[in-house]
């Protein structure tokens, strides 16, 4: 009688979906104020008190999320189930379009963040091996073109990566932005690994499998370079903290098409950052501006590999960079800029390098450790 | 074990019922708070946790819920034990001490 009561209250919820949440917020808000009052009265300050009552109440997206999973029917609801039924949606979207079960697994991760730590996240990852190879073998074409420029670029060393300008410019205008710049970005991240004497490396990339981070490689690149909103990026950073890969690797991100203001980039960067577990290991960063031509790959390639700041001669932009949230992992702006190639006309460049903080002010800055102010302007001699 | 314990897997509901048996109608914060004192600080209880517990007692319809007036005059969701729900704490007080007396026991004799 109770499990027929227990469905029927659940078919009910199907009707009440919306009711039921902003119930809920309504109870959560009603049970944060009183919680509040209760320590203001005991003489704490009003923000102490906020912060104790939040500190008591606990994890309020975990009790939305449980909330959320014992309502409904579970065929509907449970993250597995979802998982599934975005995997078998995103097989067939695979004959239209590329990219689409990546961008489902990470929206649903960034719906259920706890699903990545439970065990249907494990079987859900062996369903997505399918869909990723299938995505992986609509791009094999290009990957196949660019196979001997990759090859080539791990025995070249920086100085010589612009000669290659020409049939790279040519595979990458076939391959589409992700697809090109995801393949240099890998090709030149294990180029400088090697040049720097860190190898070996290990690099991945948006829509492969991650299984090739899961390594003890001292260098690992995670390129990601379509990426949409806060959430999106909880996600990315989620899979860069996986328990698994022993380490996190670099990430390496694309610019927020939508935002074309760097400052709040950075700013999503610290929200999401802050929010990792205390003592997360320090995640490395590098944002990358778009949009970018397809001519730009090379030397997009190059100044991903070394985290350098280096201004565009494309377009008359800079291209900015983002390196290393809360730290002093890149070495600073002497550094940087020691990498800096000069015009073709031999003229000097302007280059600025910007860190963590810089842009944000100090006070929005939600790091534990603040980048070195590696901010500067000058012409590399 | 610490000084504070996390509350016992599968108990938290048999505390909501008991709570709203012995004190009447009362909205989550005050359930949380009355656990806690009986309690006397020994569990430590993430608050939010009763409300996933809440809904699962009402769609088992052994507590029913509506809205109220606090005593701060705010507006509150107020729950109350059904009948359905004073019968099922009868029968998981009984299973509870029986477990408990089954345990002591096999402790016990280990000894």
């Known amino acids: 009688m109770t499990r027929v009561r227990v469905l ?60 959320r999973d014992q309502r409904g029917l579970p065929v509907v609801f449970e993250p ?17 379009r590329q990219g689409t079960v990546a961008r489902a697994y990470v929206r649903l991760f960034a719906k259920h963040p706890a699903a990545l730590a439970r065990s249907p996240f494990a079987s859900m990852l062996h369903a997505s091996v399918a869909s990723l190879t299938e995505e992986r073998r609509r791009m094999e074409g290009t990957v196949e073109r660019l196979l001997p420029v990759v090859r080539q ?14 049939p790279l410019r040519s595979a990458a205008a076939d391959g589409g932005f992700l697809e090109g710049l995801a393949d240099f970005g890998v090709a030149s991240f294990r180029e400088l690994a090697q040049w720097r004497g860190a190898a070996p490396a290990d690099a991945t990339m948006h829509g492969a499998p991650p299984w090739p981070l899961a390594s003890d490689a001292p260098f690992k690149v995670l390129l990601w370079p379509d990426w949409s909103d806060e959430g999106e990026l909880s996600a990315i950073v989620a899979l860069a903290d996986d328990a698994r890969l022993a380490a996190p690797p670099c990430l390496v991100l694309r610019f927020e098409r939508t935002d074309g203001d760097l400052a709040a980039a950075i700013a999503r960067f610290e929200r999401v950052c802050a929010r990792r577990a205390a003592g997360a290991p320090e995640l490395d960063v590098v944002v990358v501006d778009e949009p970018l031509p397809p001519e730009a790959f090379p030397r997009l390639g190059r100044a991903v590999a070394c985290a350098l700041l280096l201004p565009s001669s494309f377009r008359g932009e800079r291209h900015r960079f983002f390196a290393r949230v809360g730290s002093s992992g890149v070495r600073g702006a002497e550094d940087l800029l020691a990498f800096v190639p000069a015009a073709p006309d031999g003229a000097p460049r302007q280059v600025e390098a910007t860190g963590s903080g810089e842009e944000v002010g ?20 | 074990m610490s000084a504070r314990d996390e509350v016992p897997y599968g108990t938290l509901d048999l505390m909501v019922l008991k709570t709203l048996a012995a004190m009447g109608p009362l909205h989550g914060y005050g359930i949380a708070r009355r656990i806690e004192q009986a309690a006397n600080g ?4 993430n608050q939010g946790t009763i409300y996933p517990a809440l809904l699962r007692l009402e769609q088992k319809a052994w507590i029913s819920s509506d809205w109220g007036t606090s005593e701060n005059n705010r507006r509150a969701r107020f729950y109350t034990i059904t009948a359905a729900g004073r019968k099922q704490l009868a029968a998981e007080a009984k299973l509870w001490a029986r477990t408990v007396s089954m345990v002591n026991g096999l402790l016990e004799g280990e000894s």
């Open chain 1, 8 to 67: 029927l209250s659940r078919v009910l919820d199907l009707a009440l979906g919306r009711r039921r949440e902003s119930r809920l917020s309504e109870e959560i808000q009603t049970h944060l104020d009183l919680l509040t009052e209760q320590h203001l009265a005991r003489g704490m300050t009003p923000d102490a008190a906020r912060v104790a009552a939040r500190r008591e109440f606990g994890g309020i997206d975990q009790v939305k999320e449980t909330y």
């Open chain 1, 80 to 96: 597995a189930a979802r998982a599934w039924h975005r995997h078998v949606l995103s097989l067939d979207d695979l004959l239209r």
């Open chain 1, 153 to 166: 670029l791990a025995e070249l060393d920086c100085a010589t990566l612009d000669a290659l300008g020409g």
């Open chain 1, 362 to 381: 100090a006070t929005r800055v939600a790091s534990q450790r603040r980048a070195a102010d590696f901010s500067r302007s000058r012409s590399p001699a």
């Open chain 2, 42 to 45: 020994a569990v430590a209880l």
